[in-house]
């Protein structure tokens, strides 16, 4: 039977494992018409239907999305792809439904511009300089010293982000920042150089709702090895003690203001430095790496909930019925090899190993950086109350992972 209410247009579903979750949430609310650049093959249980497109160009998305209105009423546009949000956001503004303005969306795909606008507004931010040659690299390093990091302007999930810890550090970790790419995005001549900043980081999942910014996820984020900035790990806690402190929601309430983010998801994160909270960057969609999942294991609110609420303009529940901890742990080979044996051990809820998910095969070719990103032939996922516990558990279960490779 057709929703009378209408469709909540999907653009984008990404990877199964990682994004499934969402859309199925998400079908709770509404029928979903999926707009995608391939066929749908895992999604088509939580669908009414689907249109194959170039997801990442604006004017074919709004003119499909006006196509499709002519159909069927869409009550909402939803998407949690990176490459795709500016042409979310100008389907919503051509639909006349809720979403952030394709104006805030541009000030967060353009990382220069986020620290622009955010200097302007007196936020925290780390020294940063738009350069183009190794020559003003090495001029900002004079006036603040080394280690500096390299970010393309406008990539996504920290590909193409590099520590330099010296002079000669800068012509090969240019040329890996320059040669950084994902499918929709482009990456530019010129690239952002900052000081490095010490401390841990963290993430804020927000739904900011009619200008009011609602914080509701905070995850505990862990590195992999330096100089890339890959992420191998998140934690999240119900009772994480950074929900109290009002001077870490007052200036993430003031940065998205400074961005005239309105309306919508976001997934900022924050460098907690000795000289206190820096904001690092703001995405203008949920967070990846399954973190929105171990928020919904952890306390209870689903994000693919809230996302949906959002995108039809009500106000999201964002009540908690749970209060416990979970963490994931991606399993990333040493070197660059090719997997010979893989063996997850076996998901054991009771003893809080809450998932165990093989991501390669035998034969699997796995690139780590600068050759490649995201070299992850597994995850595990914990649940505890603790965050301490969740680390106990994910301890023994790798200790069981068999994982055999030839280089």
């Given amino acids: 039977m057709t929703d009378p209410q209408g469709v909540l247009l999907v ?3 990404g990877y199964q494992q990682f994004r499934e979750y969402l859309i199925a949430s998400a079908s709770q609310r509404s029928e979903i018409w999926l707009f995608d650049s391939e066929e749908p093959t895992w999604q088509t249980p939580h669908l009414a239907g689907s249109t194959v497109l170039d997801i990442f160009d604006p004017e074919t998305v709004a003119r499909a999305a006006r196509e499709l209105a002519a159909r069927r009423p869409v009550r909402g546009v939803y998407c949690y792809h990176e490459a795709s949000i500016l042409a979310a956001a100008r389907a919503a503004a051509e639909l006349g439904v809720p979403g952030p303005t394709p104006q805030a969306v541009a000030a967060v795909r353009d990382k220069s511009v986020t620290r622009e606008l955010l200097t302007q507004a007196g936020i925290r931010q780390p020294v940063v300089a738009l350069v183009t040659s190794p020559e003003e690299i090495e001029d900002v390093a004079r006036r603040v010293g080394y280690p500096l ?21 800068i012509a090969p970790a240019l040329e890996i920042t320059r040669s950084a790419g994902q499918a929709g995005m482009v990456n530019h001549a010129e690239v952002l150089v900052e000081e490095f900043l010490t401390g841990p980081e963290i993430s804020v999942d927000a739904a900011v709702f009619e200008g009011e910014y609602l914080p509701y996820l905070i995850a505990r984020k862990q590195l992999g090895s330096e100089p890339y900035f890959e992420e191998v790990g998140h934690t999240v806690h119900a009772d994480d003690p950074l929900f109290a402190d009002e001077e870490l929601w007052k200036m993430l309430a003031e940065t998205h203001r400074a961005l005239g983010w309105t309306h919508g998801m976001t997934h900022t994160e924050v460098k907690l430095t000795p000289d206190g909270y820096v904001v690092v960057e ?21 994000s693919g909930l809230v996302q949906a609420d959002v995108s039809f ?29 893989l063996e997850m051990p076996g998901a054991d809820p009771e003893a809080g190993l809450y998932e165990s998910v093989a991501l390669a095969g035998p034969g699997t070719r796995m690139l780590m950086p600068p050759d490649g990103y995201f070299a992850r032939y597994g995850f595990l996922i914990a649940r505890a109350d603790s965050p301490q516990e969740c ?14 490779y030839e280089l």
């Fill in 313 to 341: 303009g009500s106000r999201p529940d964002l009540t908690r019925s749970r209060n416990s901890a979970a963490a994931i742990r991606f399993l990333c080979p040493p070197s660059n090899c090719t997997v010979t044996r």
């Fill in 11 to 13: 653009l984008g579903s």
């Fill in 282 to 302: 703001v995405n203008g969609r949920l967070g990846g790496d399954l973190i929105p999942y171990l928020g919904r294991i952890a306390t209870g609110v689903d």
């Fill in 391 to 404: 680390q106990a558990v994910l301890d023994r279960a790798e200790a069981g992972v068999v994982f055999e």
């Fill in 149 to 169: 990091v390299l970010k393309p302007r406008s990539m996504g999930a920290s590909q193409g982000v590099v520590k330099v810890s010296a002079r000669e550090d």
